[in-house]
């Protein structure tokens, strides 16, 4: 009976047939960073595929489902998500431990600050140096008076030729950066940049394009767009926009003057799921999901960004409706992942 209580005994991962030791309840990103391999990671909770591995022998338990962000062939080659994986048994994993994104820290001060909702302010930051990264992608940010403590946002502007870089800060109750940004002054402060991160980047294609956004998630598919738009991209585009109120929309100048530059069909919808009919509000209603459907013709290649709920439940819609899995490209924010 007492062999019950007995401590799990630590397995052994072969990542690309070297041996490490993975601890009970570890997962295999957890350990192979513990003992200094550089194996590819990003956002740790799940949501960017960055950490993506080929399991070619033994068990793991998954923490969250891979099917959001692995294609269907993925899995069927036995790919998982190694920070969202824990072996239950000796493992091998294959990895191309070269994947790894180029990161820098560079310093920065900030030189704006915008309320743009009543809970998401603009922090503009003017880097010592040009960070070079890809539309879409995100940072790990720190201000001054939190030390090292840092969240991580994604870049609300493609990159700039003058080294300025804007984060969209969405205020979280018990956020310490998120309650800074939105409550104080902050410019003049002194931060730290620390990127780029993450896989979420608008891939060449000729398809037409659909953009589903929630609350800050904005932000990713405004540098996409406006980086798009500035090669003159001719793709098709819908922009789906969901937000609570009416008061909880924003960036639409910025949205107007990419639509009047962009050298296709531009089509906005913005999507209010609190607003009712006497607000006045003249535009859709519901869920941003109740609307893509009829968005879906012509096989669209689709990037979704912001809550988890909201991007695991519009994943759903559009596989259902026929988009394929490797055209689905998301970013989930979590409370770890650009919103504290």
């Known amino acids: 009976m007492f062999s019950l209580f007995k401590r799990r005994a630590p397995v052994t991962a072969h990542v690309n047939g070297a041996p490490l030791s993975v601890e009970p309840g570890e997962t295999l990103l957890q350990a192979a960073l513990r003992n200094g391999v550089a194996f590819p990671h990003s956002c740790r ?24 962000v692995l294609s269907e ?7 998982i998500l190694a920070c969202q994986s824990v072996p239950t048994s000796d493992i091998a994993v ?53 030390g090292d403590h840092a969240r991580s946002y994604s870049f609300a502007t493609d990159v700039q030729p003058d080294a300025q870089v804007q984060f969209f ?21 002194e931060a730290v940049v620390e990127g780029p991160l993450g896989e979420f980047w608008l ?22 767009l406006r980086e798009a738009a500035r090669s003159e991209c001719a793709r098709p585009v819908t922009l789906l926009f969901g937000a609570r109120q009416e008061r909880d929309l ?4 910025d949205i107007q003057d990419i639509a009047r530059h962009w050298q296709g069909r531009f089509d906005f919808l913005p999507v209010l799921s609190g607003q009712t009919d006497a607000d006045g509000w003249q535009g859709e209603r519901g869920m941003v999901g109740d609307h893509i459907a009829r968005h879906v013709a012509g096989g669209p290649h689709t990037y979704l960004c912001g809550p988890p709920v909201m991007v695991d439940a ?22 770890i992942r650009g919103q504290q």
């Open 73 to 79: 062939e993925e899995l069927d080659q036995g790919f």
């Open 203 to 224: 891939r060449p294609a000729d398809a037409p394009l659909l953009f589903i956004a929630g609350g800050s998630g904005l932000a990713p598919i405004l540098a996409m």
């Open 314 to 335: 519009c994943t759903a819609i559009l596989t259902q409706s026929g988009v394929a899995r490797e055209h689905i490209f998301a970013d989930r924010f979590t409370t």
């Open 250 to 253: 924003y960036g639409l100048e």
């Open 169 to 189: 800060v969405r205020k979280v109750p018990g956020g310490a950066l998120s309650s800074l940004v939105n409550e104080g002054s902050l410019v003049g402060t």
């Open 94 to 146: 294959e990895v191309d431990l070269g994947a790894m994104p180029a990161q820098r820290r560079v310093a920065g001060r900030v030189i704006g600050q915008e309320r743009l909702t009543h809970d998401i302010t603009a922090l503009r930051i003017q880097l010592s140096e040009s960070l070079h990264y890809k539309a879409g992608q995100f940072a790990n940010l720190s201000l001054a008076p939190l």
């Open 45 to 68: 909770v799940g949501g960017c595929a960055t950490c993506k591995c080929r399991l070619t022998s033994g068990r793991v338990k998954e923490l969250t489902q891979a099917g959001y």
